[in-house]
């Protein structure tokens, strides 16, 4: 199957239908594309179920940061690792992180033997400095969103959260603890729903949209003097 790696370049994000399909269908299919590679069945021997940090990534950056993997630079990686992941993605463990860098590096040096990614090199660099401060960086409460707090807290009372049960009953627990001073703290509703948004990801999404569109401008150009 034929995949283009710069497909994206075409879909403007804006969470409607079509573009949720659009991302999917791009996160399934260069998955599928890594599995296959020699660098994704390395990284199977390590981690089975390998695949939720890549996904995340694409997401992440596509989503909220406004680039795909071809855009990515140093700055955008370390917005999505050391700030979007730790403060939207909730862990079951701590440990769930553990294996997080070690398959986006496998992914990386993929996309980098593989379709000769300009950037791959720098953000290789970038994940292996990142790594040893990983896990601390995704479990620093400090560094939590406001519903991945809330999903927290419910875990810490002994809440199953992943059961919807569970977490309406910790919902009805926290409201009723927070009535006498509700003024000063979120309501459970607003922290089911809330979705931060980064102040730098709003100010850059223009700027990112142009980067996309030069990029595809300047393949287009290349294209044609190949042709000739």
């Keep these: 199957m034929n995949f283009n790696i710069n497909q994206l370049d075409e879909i403007e994000y804006d ?65 999505i690792i050391t700030d979007l992941f730790p403060r939207k993605i909730s862990l079951s463990s701590p440990e769930d992180a553990d294996d997080a860098i ?16 300009s950037n791959a090199d720098i953000i290789i660099n970038l994940l292996a400095k990142i790594e040893p401060q990983f896990n601390d960086i995704m479990n620093d409460s400090s560094k939590f969103g406001m519903a991945k707090s809330f999903m927290t807290m419910g875990e810490n009372a002994g809440f199953d959260m992943t059961d919807q049960n569970q977490m309406n009953k910790f919902a009805q627990t926290f409201n009723e603890s927070i009535m006498e001073d509700s003024s000063e703290i979120p309501s ?25 569109k030069r990029a595809k401008a300047s393949r287009k150009k290349n294209k044609k003097k190949r042709k000739r």
Excluded: H
Aim: a negative charge.
């Design 188 to 212: 459970t509703r607003r922290a089911l729903n809330f979705i931060s948004e980064n102040p730098q990801s709003k100010k850059t999404k223009e700027k990112k949209k142009q980067k996309r």
């Design 102 to 117: 070690s398959e986006l590096l496998a992914f990386w040096q993929f996309l980098k033997s593989t379709y000769k990614l």
């Design 15 to 79: 969470g409607s239908y079509e573009s949720e399909e659009a991302l999917e269908s791009y996160q399934d299919s260069v998955l599928e594309k890594f599995a296959l590679s020699p660098e994704g069945q390395e990284r199977i021997k390590a981690d089975p179920e390998m695949g939720f940090w890549i996904a995340q990534l694409i997401y992440y950056g596509f989503g909220y940061v406004g680039v795909a993997l071809p855009q990515m630079d140093e700055q955008d990686i370390n917005e």
